[in-house]
């Protein structure tokens, strides 16, 4: 047997898929069977998230030399098919989970697998974008009863109810060392309001940052370098724009950015120094300097473009008319398709080696090399969910979401 890197799995027959079977009325899932490909269902009746530290994903040692039925890892003899901590190959580490086949399980952290929570958002406290650590914390928001903004650890087993203020559907949310920030949208009318609550501390009153005069506010992210919270909204029926409340520990006020024609979409996305934002309904992507100073279109004749992500050197964005995950360069705009989605994305996330999304409809996270040459790859199958899959990233693991859990697994 020979050790394998990540972009080695696209297309291996070692590629296990995780199988949760319910039907309405059902009582949860308590364990369940082996499928053929290797799959193993995930999660309890309890909703329990596992409680084992661990430590990440490592990185190949340059052992994996054969050995008697295995891999030589760190001196010793490794069956790589099933080590948790040498899953697939030397030092790749499935946290928590189970290594099936040579291929990392999906962990429930928080929340119920078989819930019916409906959660709007999540992140860690690494970001989404460019991550450059593993994650210690996630963060969350829930509508509906029960609804709030939540914190765990990324192995589970510490919720926090940050706030129980019922999050509104069109939420998201930034996260600082120190506060974690989101917003509600009012139906009715301006202003909308920004807030945040401390992050590590439950219970706490959410205390208001600013507002501004839209119709609704679609994304934000937190400028970590100015200490300002930038955002998309809808100003009114037929135009969008840019604002920035801060800085954050002085006096803060809100102030729109610049205004363009079309309606905002998906979330919005910072290289450290321009901001980037779609307007759907126009087809384009479009830039901005972080105090809105230069304002320009980053690509035109897109066909609804919608989530970005953005690595430090690529931007990368879904197309909901063609179904298509596309990449381009920061320093230009000339784009490459990295994908063809059989349905449109819930979530998107990319590193240096895949570009990954969630699908709702077939309850899967999947993957694709970035070059664009590679097959589509379901890498968690989870059944078909009736809400959308967020999804975020740190260094080493993929965090998504499916149904009312929050769950955790090893990237590729």
Known sequence: ???????????????????IDACVGDDPVTGGTT??????????????????E??????????????????????????????????????????TAKCTKGVCEAALVAGVAL????????????????????????????????????????????????????????????VTPLDVFWFNVFFAGPPQPIVKSQVNTAGTTPTGVGSINGSSIQSILYDATNKYVIGSYAVNASSFGLFRCGPIGGTVT??????????????IVSDGTDVYFSNPSDGFIQRSTLNGG????????????????????NLY????????????????????QMASTTNVADGLAADAVNVYWTDSTTGTV??????????????VTLGASPQPMRLARDKGFLYFTHKGGIYRVALP
């Open 1 to 19: 047997m020979t050790a394998v890197r990540r972009f080695a799995l696209v297309g291996s027959l070692l590629v296990s898929t995780l199988l």
């Open 35 to 52: 499928s053929d490909d290797g799959g193993r269902p995930t999660g309890n009746d309890s909703g329990k998230p596992p409680g084992v």
């Open 54 to 95: 661990d430590s990440g994903q490592g990185t190949d040692s340059g052992n994996g030399a054969a050995c008697d039925g295995g891999l030589t890892c760190g001196g010793v003899c490794t069956d790589t098919a099933s080590s948790a901590k040498n899953c697939g190959r030397c030092d790749h580490d499935c946290g």
């Open 115 to 174: 819930g019916d929570a409906k959660i709007t958002s999540l992140t860690t406290d690494q970001g989404d974008d460019n991550p450059k650590a593993l994650a210690q914390r996630i963060f969350w928001s829930v509508t509906g009863t029960g609804g709030g903004v939540f914190q765990d650890n990324v192995i589970g087993g510490n919720t926090l109810t940050l706030s129980t203020t019922a999050a509104a559907p069109a939420t998201n949310l930034a």
């Open 254 to 267: 809100c102030a729109n950015l610049t205004t363009f024609t079309g309606q905002p979409g998906g979330n």
């Open 294 to 313: 230069s304002v320009g279109s980053y690509i035109a004749a897109q066909d609804t473009p919608t989530l970005l992500r953005i690595d430090g050197t």
């Open 317 to 336: 964005w879904t197309n909901v008319g063609t179904k298509t995950i596309q990449r381009g360069a920061l320093a230009g705009s000339v784009k490459k």
């Open 366 to 379: 999947n993957f694709a090399p970035v070059t664009g040459a590679g097959p589509n790859t379901a890498y």
